[in-house]
């Protein structure tokens, strides 16, 4: 299984832009799907988004048309394009490869 350490969270306003990495420990050639969860305060881990080995990506509701999930098997990298950010977007956001452990996450906080 490979570890992931995500980056890129921070402070921003309503209406900015982040962008999140995701960097794996080892290939991520063979991981069939990669995906971005989030865990806001006080509630359960959601789904954020999903991309596959063959690019086909879909996203939760809440982020469509805002938030754009991409890999790099090159790099062994997964990101997560953030824009149009709201405050109920705030959140520790977590990527995941297959069944990999979870990593510590990174922060996103959006103020309104």
């Known amino acids: 299984q490979v570890q992931l350490v995500e980056s890129g969270g921070g402070l921003v306003q309503t209406g900015g832009s982040l962008r999140l990495s995701c960097a794996a420990s080892?290939?991520?050639?063979?991981?069939?799907?990669m995906s971005w969860y989030r865990q806001a305060p006080g509630k359960q881990r959601e789904l954020v988004a999903i991309?596959?080995?063959?690019?086909?990506?879909n996203y939760a509701e809440s982020v469509k048309g805002r938030f754009t999930i991409s890999r790099d098997d090159a790099r062994n990298a997964v990101y997560l394009q953030m824009n149009s950010l709201k405050p109920e977007d705030t959140a520790v956001y977590y990527c995941?490869?297959?069944?990999?452990?979870w990593g510590r996450g990174t922060q996103v906080t959006v103020s309104s």
């Open positions: 995941k490869a297959g069944n990999s452990p």
């Open positions: 080892g290939s991520i050639v063979s991981i069939a799907v």
């Open positions: 991309i596959t080995r063959t690019s086909t990506t």
